[in-house]
């Protein structure tokens, strides 16, 4: 076993000035793609790519510490030991992995089968042989432990790859802690405004569900167009709140059985801009066009604004095409929610009058392949969803 305990170039075959000076350069590299993201899957990604260009070996992986539970779980691995391990949880302080975590040690362990601490392999689909093991350290705190396991083309880790690992963990720890708690307060926010959504949505007894599945049906039409997924989470984001102008609407209007007389669809109609008054201090443009402008159509003849086609924002348009798709499909007591194909066909039929012909566009050719749907659509929501910080 070999533990390292401090930061200096070991000791040992003669100094390389070069391989050095290329050594830092890599960490220098690796230092400024972990600093360009907050995004903790990325980082992630980004940890045990260059993990394993720091120093090649079969298997790396990245365990965090739930403090909570004192327990570390896996939260990335790579390499053909992945499917065995994925779901396993070993409590701080057992094992190799643990026990690093515990004492804060790196520590390189060539031989695991003569360490008493070694608890096996989690499957007969990898042999371990030597481990690699660095605690990563943030604030002070141990948060976890990046480990490396059995190296390629050599029979042993070595003081040289302690050390740069240790270099590697001392610039990807302060990274990995703030995309986590970035991740944290941004998963937070989401869930706070579509609980907030959700409630208000409680006042109408008949639209129940209606907000999560607009949120669906329109990341599903806004990924069919291209969007990014920052742009996706924005656009998620502002359906979320599209309706959310109608906390200004009575009850008597709001929980109405039957259509609305005209003065009250009037009344109805003013949730649009009290909306965009309500989430203006989002200061999020996605957010207060989508709100305020999902009721304009390309002809004009929308509200609140009147907008045509070139001035309606995109979050809008695609907000438009996913309202209207649920109102549709969905039931009211005075009348029955459409069958999907007669729903498209309104739909497709309103393009370039009510809807934006691009937006249509999209929506056609996911119907064309049999993918608008709940499903789909929500799975689309999935894949744009934060990496749980705290699984
Ligand atoms: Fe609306």
Request: aromatic share 6%.
């Amino acid at each position: 076993m070999i533990a390292a305990e401090s930061n200096s170039p070991p000791a040992g075959p003669p100094f390389e000035p070069d391989r050095r000076l290329a050594e830092y350069e890599t960490l220098l590299d690796i230092g400024v793609k972990l600093s360009g993201t907050l995004e903790l899957a990325t980082v992630l990604e980004l940890a045990l790519e260059n993990a394993e260009e720091v120093c090649r070996a079969e298997t790396s992986s990245i365990w965090e510490l739930d403090e909570e539970r004192k327990e570390l779980f896996f939260r990335v691995v790579r390499g053909s030991a992945a499917g065995a391990i994925r779901d396993l949880r070993v409590p701080l302080g057992a094992g190799i992995v643990g026990s690093v975590a515990a004492s804060g040690e790196a520590e390189v362990v060539n031989d695991v089968a003569a360490d008493p601490r070694w608890q096996g392999d989690a499957s007969d689909e990898f042999q371990t042989r030597a481990i690699l093991a660095v605690p990563l350290r943030a604030q002070g705190k141990i948060i976890g432990v990046v480990q490396l396991l059995n190296p390629v083309g050599r029979d042993r880790f070595t003081a040289g790859d302690l050390w740069r690992m240790r270099q590697f963990a001392a610039i990807l720890a302060p990274a990995l802690q703030n995309a986590r708690l970035w991740t944290a307060q941004r998963r937070q926010f989401f869930h706070t405004v579509t609980a907030l959504a959700e409630a208000l949505e409680k006042r109408d007894p008949y639209t129940g569900g209606h907000v999560r599945r607009v949120v669906a049906y329109t990341v599903l039409l806004g990924r069919q167009m291209g969007l990014s997924r920052e742009e996706l989470r924005d656009l998620r984001l502002a359906a979320t709140l599209h309706d959310v102008g109608k906390i200004t609407i009575p009850d008597r209007i709001l929980g109405k059985p039957s259509p609305l007389e005209p003065d009250e669809v009037e009344i109805m109609r003013r949730h649009a801009a009290d909306g965009a008054s309500i989430v203006s201090h989002l200061a999020n443009p996605w957010v207060l066009h989508g709100v305020r402008s999902h009721h304009e159509r390309v002809d004009g003849k929308g509200y609140p604004d009147g907008l045509t086609d070139p001035e309606i924002p995109l979050a809008a348009r695609i907000i438009a095409v996913a309202d209207t798709y649920d109102a549709m499909t969905t039931s009211r007591p005075y009348r029955s929610g459409l069958p999907h194909e007669r729903a498209a066909a309104e739909i497709l039929g309103s393009a370039g009058t009510q809807f934006c012909p691009r937006v249509v566009t999209a929506f056609r050719a996911l119907c064309d392949l049999g993918r608008f749907s709940l499903e789909t659509a929500e799975d689309a929501v999935r894949a744009i969803s934060d990496v749980n910080p705290q699984p």
